[in-house]
Nanobody, 115 residues
Framework: QVQLVESGGGLVQAGGSLRLSCAAS????????MGWHRQAPGKQRELVAT???????NYADSVKGRFTISRDNTKNTVYLQMDSLKPEDTAVYYC?????????WGQGTQVTVSS
């Protein structure tokens, strides 16, 4: 059984910062891509950022220059550092990882940015 547990969401003022974490646990043989998606009320879930096992990163245009994704392979953990937050970043953020060649999702963590 594999689990992804997220933490770090919360309420922050515009211009502020938050750091999300997502730790994978369980019967893990391999972890390939790890990443973050988000879903705002009334909108579809969208990709925010991904990082490969080799450290290659990819970002949505809307977060480039403000968000930084990283991973610690020794801890099976992926992070999302979010700076210069805007009200439009408000959403539930989901961690997604390819573990043992399957997709796994976290339960989601709420990020709310007030203006």
């Amino acid at each position: 059984q594999v689990q992804l547990v997220e933490s770090g969401g919360g309420l922050v003022q515009a211009g502020g910062s938050l750091r999300l974490s997502c730790a994978a646990s369980g019967s893990i043989r391999s972890i390939n891509g790890m990443g973050w998606h988000r879903q705002a009320p009334g909108k579809q879930r969208e990709l925010v950022a991904t990082v490969t096992s080799g450290g290659v990163t990819n970002y949505a245009d809307s977060v480039k220059g403000r968000f930084t994704i990283s991973r610690d392979n020794t801890k099976n953990t992926v992070y999302l550092q979010m700076d210069s937050l805007k009200p439009e970043d408000t959403a539930v953020y989901y961690c997604k990882s390819i573990i043992n060649w399957r997709d796994y999702w976290g339960q989601g963590t709420q990020v709310t940015v007030s203006s």
